[in-house]
C-alpha cells in the first residue's frame, strides 16, 4: 500500500509520482485500474502505459465498487488520519501507512507487508509499549512518538456481510453523535457534538396522539380527456430481490396497505424494487403517467 502527498493532481504530476514511488520501487505492473479522472485519461498517462507495457483499465462511472479494494483502503486511511486532531496530516501519514501495513487482514490471515516482502517488518516498539523513552517536548522526535500512541490494529478489508445493529436504548438515550449529511472539509470529523436525543413521543404524547393510525380516502379527480394508461405485459422481478419483494408484498396485504386485484384495472402503474440497507425492499410506484393526468388540488 503507497500513499504519496501531491502538489497538485495534474497528468505529469500523477505520472511522475506512479513512476517514481511505484514502478521504480516494485517494477512495472500488468494492469493498472483507476478511476475516471482526467488526469488518468490523460494522453501523459496513456503514453506512459505504452512504453511500460501497462494494460491501462478505468472503472465505470459512478459505480466505485468496481475498485472495491482500493475504495476500502482509502476509506480506511482517511478514518485513521481523522483520529490525528490538530497533527499535520503529512506529518502522520508514514506512521499511519506503516500501521495500515503491518495489520492482519482477516480474508488471507496475512499483513499487506508479509505479502510483498514474504516476512514481517520490525515495527517502533511503541506500537505495543507504553512509552519508556523521555523525549523533547517539542520537535520531530515529540510528534513522531504522539502518532505511535495513536495508530494501532486496522482492519483493511471485510469481506462478511454485517447486519445494522440499533441499540435498543437508542430512544430513550439523552445524547447521540450525529453524522453530518453534508459535503465535509477535507479530513473533517464525520460526526457533530452530542445532541439531545429524547424521544418526543414519551415528552409530548398529547401531541402525537393519532398520528399513524388515521385512515381515510382520497378522491382523486382525472382532467377532462385523460387517456387511461395500463401495462399490458408484466416487469420481471430482479431474482436476488424476488424472497424479499414476496414478503413486502404479504406484509403490505397483512397490514392491508394492498388490496388484491384480480384482474387489471384500467389505470395500473409499474413499481420499483428498491433495496434498501437492512436487507429487505421498498416496493415504489411509478406514478409518472398517472400525475400527468391528475387535476392538482388547490386551497
Known sequence: MEAIPLDNISADTVARAFYS???ARFGTPH???TDRGTQFRSETLQTLSKICGIKLQHTTAYHPA???EIERLHRTLKTTLKAHNNLSWIDTLPTELLGLRTAIQE???????QIVYGESIRLPGEFFSEPSIRT??????NNLQKQMEIVGSRTTRRNSSRHIFVHKDLENCSHVFQRIDRVKKQLESPYELSISAANPKTKFP??????GVMKGYYS???KPGAIPFAIISPRRVPIPLLKQTKAELERMLEEKVITPVLKPTEWCAPVVIVPIC?????????LIELNKNVMRNTL
Do not use: M, P, Q, Y
Request: charged share 20%; glycine share 10%; aromatic share 10%.
Open 278 to 286: 437492512d436487507g429487505n425492499v421498498r416496493i415504489c410506484v411509478d
Open 220 to 222: 382523486i379527480k382525472f
Open 107 to 113: 480474508d488471507n490471515n496475512h499483513s499487506i507487508a
Open 21 to 23: 514511488n511505484w514502478i
Open 31 to 33: 494492469k493498472l485500474i
Open 136 to 141: 523533547a517536548s517539542e520537535g520531530f522526535a
Open 66 to 68: 468496481c475498485n472495491g
Open 206 to 211: 398529547e401531541l402525537f396522539k393519532g398520528l
